[in-house]
């Protein structure tokens, strides 16, 4: 009894309160007395706070007060040591907040901070990844919770004997997320109880962190995150801002404004690890794959073991009898590595798909025919059937949008005056997944609809998702159904994260909506309101763990100047399969952004850390590149209409993810058919182009 709203493009629900500025974030709420934090990084990057003089700061106009180690509020431990912040002398990481000042204005904080005298006992620091560093162990597992190592067959074996092997090592730097909004806080304590708005993709998580954290019963903890400005995954768990504006709110006993600077976001909010990956592929003269290993080396930090899955994806995208996959982690003086956008699948797919694009060369097969032969049914890691897998078909699809037939596979084949021209292809992947959640439904008798669960929109269009699948699951039009979303008071749900938001999200909407239908048949309530509840935990947890993933083809058209290496983006093409497509426009934007950013992997990005220094030493956005709307000259997005039963009851795959998987690689792969010269260590600079190449 679908109304249709399911699969139309409708705009963003809250799209009139942003352009109009109407829509609060968060630390833009009116607060009654409210004051200012800044957080003080801190300027040694291992060691101990011996003293900290802040009379000077104290004594600045405005200045109510600097917490630090030896005054905050006290904190439990907490389920993460990143989180203790402003508890004890120790610096395990340069950038580390030590203190915070609380002002009555922003600038009255500031130059507060500024005022702070710190002295530090410091030792000496590794802040750099190296694949021969003494530091390297096997952790118990890699994230979320894979088996660090995995073989099947024999690998060398198998390998020592295929006529056409390739071994190769590609290396990707740190890289930072860039939300439009940092995280920001605004807190507020009124009798024990804490209420804050925070800048979060999962208002329940935050709030069970600071449970924890102030030894306080949820209840006690209210968190709102009604509008966020992106977050790729840096926001996908209590951050420092909300800690340190708690502490704040609590010392002062005044409510918090706590954002930090752009520049604050580079290290301490978490980013890509580094990565070296050596990959071997061995195929038969046909190019089927008989041997396949990855062994990736990541970082972490002395405080908190983030292992990242970056070899995981080689153990579900292409079969070979003899597979071995290994991921070795480096405990640097370093904050932790965090989520960004795919973590793991997208720089574990960066190495793998170019690899692959070695292959093809080395076998001399189209490397789209390559993957297509080398496509399987069955999931190699699980041994059982996918649900659905529609990888051939994104492939032939993007092949035939883009023009892919006919391609000279020789490098520097195409020349346009000073442009050397090539193109490139990259498979992709990543889980479709889906968490617990709850939701309730509820009708008025003046036959509108209140939906209610504690889903984020992070700016992916989320609210208008869910918004769509609950008018389609009530069985009314849209226009009669009203959201809400972003509060913690309401029902509890799953976090905007790991592309699983609107299949965890919608699993439990339509459960509610249904529960409300049996509950009155009629539909409208005669007087008063009728709620019904539902909660996904019982079917979330006894789905069959059955190996679930969407997938998409990237297609990519380089130029390169001949003189001097500068590479351009002629065209980006993907095609995914990513389930059931809730809403075209939004999930565009999530497609197109997701390229938008593996573009900029490739070409732009790069965290460049002074072992001297021990820390990034470009962080804001004039040093730091990110791809802007100039470097994307043509970008398209399609999917195929994919219907898989097995996944939730949306028939959703999740596709915030997807995007990024396996673009930069199209885009080094590109690169060599344009100019010859593989370049194995992003990002693709120009001066690595010019040094290698001689193109001139
Ligand atoms: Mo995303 S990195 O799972 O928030």
Known sequence: MSTGAVGRAYPRLEGPAKVTGTARYAVEY?????????????????????????????????????????????????????????????????????????????????????????????????????????????????????????????????????????????????YHNNPMEPHATTAQWHDGRLMVHDSTQGATPVRAILAELFELPPESIRVVAEHVGGGFGSKGYAKASVVLAALAARHVDRPVKLALTRQQLFGPIGYRTPTIQRVRLAADTDGRLTAISHDAISQTSTIWEFAEQTAVYTRSMYAAPHRRTTHRVARLDVPTP??????????????????????????????????????????????????????????????????????????????????????????????????????TATARPDGSFLVQIDATDIGTGARTA??????????????????????????????????????SWSWAVIRAAQAL????????????????????????????????????????????????????????????????????????????????????????????????????????????????????????AYWLDERDDELNPAGVKGLGEIGIVGAAAAVGNAVHHATGVRIRELPIRLDKLIGVSGLA
């Open 30 to 174: 009116p607060v009654n007395g409210v004051t200012y934090g800044w957080a003080v990084p801190s300027a040694v990057v291992r060691g101990r706070i011996t003293r900290i003089d802040t009379a000077e700061a104290l004594a600045s106009p405005g200045v109510l007060a600097v917490l630090h180690h030896g005054n905050a509020p006290r904190m439990a431990p907490g389920p993460q040591p990143e989180l203790r912040l402003l508890q004890e002398p120790m610096v395990h990481y340069r950038g580390q907040y030590v203190a915070v000042v609380v002002a009555t204005s922003l600038e009255a904080a500031r130059e507060g901070a500024r005022l702070v005298r710190i002295d530090y006992d410091a030792g000496p620091h590794s802040t750099v990844l190296t694949d021969d560093h003494p530091g390297l162990y096997k952790p118990d597992q890699v994230n979320p919770s894979y088996p660090t190592d995995t073989a099947e067959g024999d690998f060398d074996a198998g390998y020592a004997a295929a006529p056409v092997r390739v071994d190769v090592t590609y290396r990707t730097p740190a």
């Open 338 to 439: 965090f989520w960004m956008r795919a973590p793991g699948e997208c720089p574990g797919a960066y190495a793998l798909e170019s690899a692959l694009d070695e292959l093809a060369i080395a076998v001399g097969i189209d490397p789209v025919e390559l993957r297509i032969r080398n496509d399987t049914a069955v999931d190699p890691d699980q041994g059982r059937p996918f649900t659905s897998r529609d990888l051939v078909a994104c492939l032939r699809e993007g092949a035939q949008r883009f023009g892919w037939a006919g391609r000279d596979p020789s490098p520097r084949s195409r020349r346009d005056g000073r442009w050397l021209i090539g193109t490139g292809v990259a498979g992709a992947s990543y889980p479709a997944r889906a968490r617990p959640s709850s939701a």
């Open 466 to 503: 869910i918004w769509q699948v609950a008018a389609d699951a009530l069985g009314v039009p849209p226009e009669r159904v009203e959201i809400r979303i972003g509060d913690s008071e309401l029902p509890t749900a799953s976090l905007a994260g790991g592309s699983m938001g609107t299949a």
């Open 517 to 636: 239908r049996e509950k009155l048949p009629g539909g409208v309530p005669p007087t008063g309101e009728v709620t019904a509840e539902a909660d996904t935990t019982e079917e979330v947890g006894g789905q069959p763990a059955l190996p679930r993933y969407a997938y998409g083809a990237h297609f990519v058209e380089v130029r390169v100047d001949a003189d001097t290496g500068e590479v351009r983006l002629n065209r980006m093409l993907g095609v995914f399969a990513a389930g059931r497509v809730v809403n075209p426009t939004t999930a565009r934007s999530q497609l197109i952004g997701g390229m938008t950013m593996g573009l900029s992997m490739a070409l732009h990005e790069e965290g460049l850390l002074d072992e001297r220094y021990g820390d990034w030493v470009n962080h804001d956005l004039a040093t730091y590149h990110i791809t802007g709307c100039a470097d994307v000259e043509s970008i398209e």
